[in-house]
């Protein structure tokens, strides 16, 4: 059974730092894409980061510069340095994983941005 286990949210203040990691248990063909979405309360969940199986990396032009995404594919994990955080920053954040047949999503971590 798939399964993405996130983990690092928490409570930060402004300008602080969180590494989110992301790790797939179960075996799962034709990895794409990984990622990290946001969502808050009455909103569409939104693009944070992706990246590619070739290491390709793209970003919300509002994380950019602040945000890094990194994978290991031989732990299966992707992660989620964010740094200089602020509130507006407060999400769920969701883990994803493309393949060439479906999309598999995390549970959600909370990240919450205040002083």
């Known amino acids: 059974q798939v399964q993405l286990v996130e983990s690092g949210g928490g409570l930060v203040q402004p300008g602080g730092s969180l590494r989110l990691s992301c790790v797939l248990s179960?075996?799962?063909?034709?990895?794409?894409?990984m990622g990290w979405y946001r969502q808050t309360p009455g909103k569409e969940r939104e693009l944070v980061a992706t990246i590619s199986g070739a290491g390709r990396a793209n970003y919300a032009d509002s994380v950019k510069g602040r945000f890094i995404i990194s994978r290991d594919n031989a732990k299966n994990t992707v992660y989620l340095q964010m740094n200089s955080l602020e509130p507006k920053d407060t999400a769920v954040y969701y883990c994803?994983?493309?393949?060439?047949?479906?999309?598999?999503w995390g549970q959600g971590t909370q990240v919450t941005v205040s002083s």
């Open positions: 179960g075996s799962i063909f034709g990895i794409n894409a």
């Open positions: 994803n994983i493309e393949t060439i047949i479906r999309s598999y």
